[in-house]
């Protein structure tokens, strides 16, 4: 198992930056997949980015290419979302997920994430 905390969220105008970090406990081992995902009021969970467990491969959703970048720092621990640019669009409820059976394969459906952070608060105000 394995425990996931996001941080970092906030509130920001928009066109500002925000580091979102996600640590996670619970298994010493870091070869698993791990994608970011949002969730804005009244909408569905959607996947934002995710990076296989040496941090060389990483995947993005369409809209925010360019402007998003996950990395990795397996020694903390710790997966982050740089996110720049942001949109007012952009706000939501910001989560982590760990998928414990790949560690090079990134999917993008929420049901293949086993493990899940409480989510940090991304507001972006216009």
């Known amino acids: 198992q394995v425990q996931l905390v996001e941080s970092g969220g906030g509130l920001v105008q928009a066109g500002g930056s925000l580091r979102l970090s996600c640590a996670a406990s619970?298994?010493?081992?870091?070869?698993?997949?791990v994608g970011w995902w949002r969730q804005a009021p009244g909408k569905e969970r959607e996947f934002v980015a995710a990076i296989n467990w040496s941090g060389g491969s990483t995947y993005y959703a369409d809209s925010v290419k360019g402007r998003f970048t996950i990395s990795r720092d397996n020694a903390k621990n710790t997966v982050y979302l740089q996110m720049n640019t942001l949109k007012p669009e952009e706000m939501a409820v910001y989560y982590c997920?760990?998928?414990?059976?790949?560690?090079?394969?990134?999917?993008?459906?929420?049901?293949?994430?086993?493990?899940w952070g409480q989510g940090t608060q991304v507001t972006v105000s216009s």
């Open positions: 619970g298994r010493t081992a870091s070869n698993y997949v």
């Open positions: 997920a760990a998928d414990l059976d790949h560690s090079d394969y990134i999917q993008t459906s929420l049901y293949d994430y086993d493990y």
